[in-house]
T-cell receptor, first 115, second 113 residues
Framework: NAGVMQNPRHLVRRRGQEARLRCSPMKGHSHVYWYRQLPEEGLKFMVY????????ESGMPKERFSAEFPKEGPSILRIQQVVRGDSAAYFC?????????????FGSGTRLTVV | AQKITQTQPGMFVQEKEAVTLDCTYD???????LFWYKQPSSGEMIFLIY??????QNATEGRYSLNFQKARKSANLVISASQLGDSAMYFCAMENQGGKLIFGQGTELSVKP
């Protein structure tokens, strides 16, 4: 049973390009959470999705960032027109239900570097 | 507002000794969960231990135990018999009813041989 798979592990983008980060949850998990970790900081919640629904996007920047979790396929975190401040590690976690009582499984993260 | 505070940016411990990593939290929710994660230099987040707010006993997982003091709103992680492989960043986190985690700033633990 594969864990939460994130790809790519490392992503380099030039300023102004788009970044697409993928997260395949564990089998049977329909809840996905995205977190961002800036250098020297803890993880910060971005967005919580179920299949085809955004449940909570209170941590998402208002512009340039979007997330989806389609019926088929991985969850995608999309960052348009990246800037240097977007350089961070982005983690995805999945859960079979609302994380309360289930806990999370984290992926290994995608390290985005904007040059 | 909900908040997690880790006041120790860095800690040193001698191999085979025990170490306590501090964590305090603030929430008005009656139901919450507390987690500890380990992040080694390779970067992945490794779940260590979980404590529910209604759990009567302190959680233990092998060499990890959580010293949960609800009245003080503290959830310190105790690592017994430290090993060199325990050197890493350690994050305390709280889960609220919305299901998302709020993380502390982390404590960097260095185990000395």
């Amino acid at each position: 049973n594969a864990g939460v798979m994130q790809n790519p592990r490392h992503l380099v983008r030039r300023r102004g390009q788009e970044a697409r980060l993928r997260c395949s949850p564990m089998k049977g998990h329909s809840h996905v959470y995205w977190y961002r970790q800036l250098p020297e900081e803890g993880l910060k919640f971005m967005v919580y999705l179920q299949k085809e629904n955004i449940i909570d996007e209170s941590g998402m920047p208002k512009e340039r960032f979007s997330a989806e979790f389609p019926k088929e396929g991985p969850s995608i975190l999309r960052i348009q027109q990246v800037v240097r401040g977007d350089s961070a590690a982005y983690f995805c976690a999945s859960s079979p239900g609302p994380a309360t009582n289930y806990g999370y499984t984290f992926g290994s993260g995608t390290r985005l570097t904007v040059v | 507002a909900q908040k997690i505070t880790q006041t120790q940016p860095g800690m040193f411990v001698q191999e085979k000794e025990a170490v306590t990593l501090d964590c305090t939290y603030d929430t008005s929710d009656p139901s919450y969960g507390l987690f500890w994660y380990k992040q080694p230099s390779s970067g992945e987040m490794i779940f260590l231990i979980y404590q529910g707010s209604y759990d009567q006993q302190n959680a233990t997982e092998g060499r990890y135990s959580l010293n949960f003091q609800k009245a003080r709103k503290s959830a310190n992680l105790v690592i017994s018999a430290s090993q060199l492989g325990d050197s890493a960043m350690y994050f305390c986190a709280m889960e609220n009813q919305g299901g998302k985690l709020i993380f502390g700033q982390g404590t960097e633990l260095s185990v000395k041989p």
